[in-house]
């Protein structure tokens, strides 16, 4: 009985290693896409402000929370964010790690923290619609605080483009939530299949 019950026990560890070991295999993927994809794609979608550049990055990372929930999404996130943030887009430095890290987080942990308990199509558009205004909102309020400490303008020159900053982040969610609302239940299987 003692050996059976320990035999059982190690074919369950065996079982989850290899699940845990293909789930972050898969992730490493996403991770991959989500930097070939900024590395192809990236324009500005408002002349005024051009150093705010649309990209596809969150995509994979939105694919990847949906599939796996919430905290892997923030992990992939800031993962992304790092690797991003030191090869294709190293002129942002710094600044532009910890603000990717601030409005993707907000768009997944809302997004995926929806879609979790709520796995259907409506839930999905919730989700979305949701994590596009929390991102929103989120970086008004980390444009305020944080770009006048890097850009060393003041706050004021910052509000001053607040429409455009809030239309960014607004339109870039909102195209990336479309995108992953359209791709998503195609790649599912792949990513669920042990």
Not at 19 to 26: E, F, G, W, Y
Not at 76 to 105: D, E, K, N
Not at 107 to 114: N, R, Y
Not at 118 to 133: E, M, P
């Amino acid at each position: 009985m003692t050996n059976q019950t320990t035999e059982q026990t190690q074919v369950q560890t065996q079982k989850k290693s290899k699940i845990t070991t293909v789930r972050l295999a898969k992730m490493a993927m996403l991770i991959a896409v989500s930097i070939v994809l900024v590395a192809l794609i990236h324009f500005p979608i408002f002349p005024a402000v051009a150093f705010l550049e649309y990209d596809p990055a969150d995509i994979p990372i939105l694919i990847g929370t949906f599939a796996f929930g919430p905290v892997a999404g923030v992990l992939l996130t800031i993962v992304t964010a790092i690797i991003q943030g030191t090869t294709v887009s190293a002129a942002s430095g710094v600044y532009g790690i910890l603000m990717h890290i601030i409005a993707t987080s907000a768009l997944v942990i809302t997004a995926g923290l929806i879609y979790k308990y709520n796995k259907t199509r409506k839930g999905a558009v919730i989700a979305l619609i949701c994590g596009v205004i929390a991102m929103t909102v989120v970086m008004i309020g980390a444009n305020m605080v944080i770009t006048p400490i890097f850009m060393g303008v003041p706050a004021s020159v910052v509000w001053s483009l607040m429409p455009f900053i809030a239309g960014f982040n607004a339109i870039k969610a909102g195209i990336n939530g479309l995108v992953t609302f359209l791709v998503y239940k195609r790649i599912s299987g792949f990513l669920h299949k042990q």
